[in-house]
């Protein structure tokens, strides 16, 4: 079946503007993950959502990061004021309800110039 | 202190040998480990997860989980050029935590 889809998979962006980046998660995965990675570096937790309960944005660096999931599948993460050190990978990840099997999209790649 | 280490690398192996690679972690409390793999310009894909202490084996793969040391390996048998890639060490933090932490990650060649 379809795996997780992510876009743009690429993004220029100039400090200061918004974007956006959208993730399609597996069809009935009721949870879903942002992470962030950046050149030569491990993965970092972003936001986490699960079916209808309050998202867990313990990972998000700043109030400039925000993220939604509408309808309890697609989700939007945007940033607003983009920063140089903004530019990274952006992965999403679903799960169906075992946190422990988490399927990764094949991410953005953000550059803020 | 990161919670997660790895070795970075990168760590070349010949052909047909055993690829060993480590990580430790900081939080004694995590209950689950995982080993991802990730191709250049590739998101991750997971290998291998593990709960219990000692060894579980898929394949050419073998996990290790030592809790009272803080440390996981994983051991590639046989290793093949398409084993090479990066190599994800990530934990589960104890409490109700759902997201996983993860290492920076070794970087594997295996040399024909």
């Known amino acids: 079946g379809a795996g997780v889809s992510q876009s743009p998979s690429n993004k220029v962006t100039e400090k200061g503007k918004d974007v956006e980046l959208r993730c399609d998660p597996i069809?009935?995965?009721?949870?879903l993950y942002w992470y962030r990675q950046s050149l030569g570096q491990g993965l970092e937790f972003l936001i986490y959502?699960?079916?209808?309960?309050?998202?867990?944005k313990s990972g998000l660096p700043s109030d400039r990061f925000s993220a939604e999931r509408t309808g309890g599948s697609v989700s939007t993460l945007t940033i607003q004021r983009t920063q140089q050190e903004d530019s990274a990978v952006y992965l999403c990840?679903?799960?169906?309800?075992?946190?422990?099997?988490?399927?990764f999209g094949p991410g953005t790649r953000l550059t803020v110039l | 202190q990161k919670e997660v280490e790895q070795n970075s690398g990168p760590l070349s192996v010949p052909e047909g040998a055993i690829a060993s690679l480590n990580c430790t972690y900081s939080?004694?409390?995590?209950?689950?480990f995982f080993w991802y793999r990730q191709y250049s310009g590739k998101s991750p894909e997971l290998i291998m997860f593990?709960?219990?202490?000692g060894d579980k084996e898929d394949g050419r793969f073998t996990a290790q989980l030592n809790k009272a040391s803080q440390y996981v390996s994983l051991l590639i048998r046989d290793s093949q050029p398409s084993d090479s890639a990066t190599y994800l060490c990530?934990?589960?933090?104890?409490?109700?935590?759902?997201?996983?932490?993860f290492g920076s990650g070794t970087q594997l060649t295996v040399l024909p």
């Open positions: 990840a679903s799960s169906l309800g075992n946190p422990d099997t988490q399927y």
């Open positions: 069809s009935g995965h009721t949870a």
């Open positions: 959502f699960q079916g209808n309960s309050a998202p867990d």
């Open positions: 939080d004694r409390g995590s209950q689950s």
């Open positions: 593990i709960y219990s202490n």
């Open positions: 990530a934990s589960r933090p104890s409490g109700s935590a759902r997201q996983l932490t």
